[in-house]
C-alpha cells in the first residue's frame, strides 16, 4: 500500500533563507508526483509536477526533484519571502486515476 | 475566469439531513474527482468519473453519492450526515488519461454537521 509521509510537519524561517521540504513515498511504481500549495481556507495550487522518468522540475524560486527509486523528492524554496507561507502537499499518482497525498509541510515564513 | 468551482463555500447542516455540493469545471477534463480532508488535514480521494463514468470507488460509505450530468459537472450528495462526516471537500479535475497531468482543484466547501 502507498503511504506518502511528509517531513517536517511545520517550519519557520526568517525571511530569505533557502530551504527544502522533504517527501518521501514507499513504493517506487509511480507515474508522477506533483507538489501542491494550499493557503489557510483556499483550495490546492499545483506548483509543480515531475513525470516518473524526469528527475526535476523548476518554476521561478521552486526546484522540485525526483529519486523515484529511494522513494523521494524534494521541493527546494529560495530566498523565502512572507508571501510563501502556506502548507505544501506532495502527492504521488499510482495509476488507476488514484492520487495519494501526504499530509503537508505548514511553512511559516518571518518578516 | 474560475476553472474549477464549487458551491458552496460553506455547509452547516444537522446531523440526519440530505445535502448536495456542486462542482463545475470549464477546462475541458474529462476526469473529475472528488477528495475529503479531515481535521488532520489528509487528503482523501473519494471517488474519480471518467466521461461520466465511476472509475475508482474508496471504502466511502454509500451514502454518499456521486452524480455527474454531464462532463464539466461532479456533484457529491451526501444522505444522513453524521458528525464524522464534518470535513473540507474538495473537487478536482485532469485529463482523460487520469492525472498524468496537472489536477486542478476547486476552492473546497467546508462541511460541518451539528
Known amino acids: 500500500k502507498q503511504e506518502v509521509t511528509q517531513i517536517p510537519a511545520a517550519l519557520s524561517v526568517p525571511e530569505g533563507e533557502n530551504l527544502v521540504l522533504n517527501c518521501s513515498f514507499t513504493?517506487?511504481?509511480?507515474?508522477?508526483l506533483q507538489w501542491f500549495r494550499q493557503d489557510p481556507g483556499k483550495g490546492l495550487t499545483s506548483l509543480l509536477l515531475?513525470?516518473?522518468?524526469?528527475r526535476e522540475q523548476t518554476s521561478g524560486r521552486l526546484n522540485a526533484s525526483l529519486d523515484k527509486s529511494s522513494g523521494r523528492s524534494t521541493l527546494y524554496i529560495a530566498a523565502s519571502q512572507p508571501g510563501d507561507s502556506a502548507t505544501y502537499l506532495c502527492?504521488?499518482?499510482?495509476?488507476?486515476?488514484?492520487?495519494?497525498f501526504g499530509a503537508g509541510t505548514r511553512l511559516f515564513v518571518k518578516a | 475566469d474560475t476553472a474549477v468551482s464549487q458551491t458552496p463555500k460553506y455547509l452547516v447542516t444537522q446531523m440526519g439531513n440530505d445535502k448536495s455540493i456542486k462542482c463545475e469545471q470549464n477546462?475541458?477534463?474529462?476526469?473529475m474527482y472528488w477528495y475529503k480532508q479531515d481535521s488532520k488535514k489528509f487528503l482523501k480521494i473519494m471517488f474519480s468519473?471518467?466521461?461520466?463514468?465511476?472509475?475508482i470507488n474508496e471504502t466511502v460509505p454509500n451514502r454518499f453519492s456521486p452524480k455527474s450530468p454531464d462532463k464539466a459537472h461532479l456533484n457529491l450528495h451526501i444522505n444522513s450526515l453524521e458528525l464524522g462526516d464534518s470535513a473540507v471537500y474538495f473537487c478536482?479535475?485532469?485529463?482523460?488519461?487520469?492525472?498524468?497531468?496537472?489536477?486542478?482543484f476547486g476552492p473546497g466547501t467546508r462541511l460541518t454537521v451539528t
Open positions: 478536482a479535475s485532469s485529463q482523460e488519461t487520469g492525472p498524468l497531468g496537472s489536477q486542478y
Open positions: 477546462l475541458g477534463h474529462d476526469t
Open positions: 513504493d517506487s511504481a509511480i507515474y508522477n
Open positions: 515531475i513525470q516518473s522518468s524526469q
Open positions: 502527492a504521488v499518482y499510482t495509476g488507476g486515476f488514484k492520487t495519494i
Open positions: 468519473y471518467n466521461n461520466k463514468e465511476l472509475i
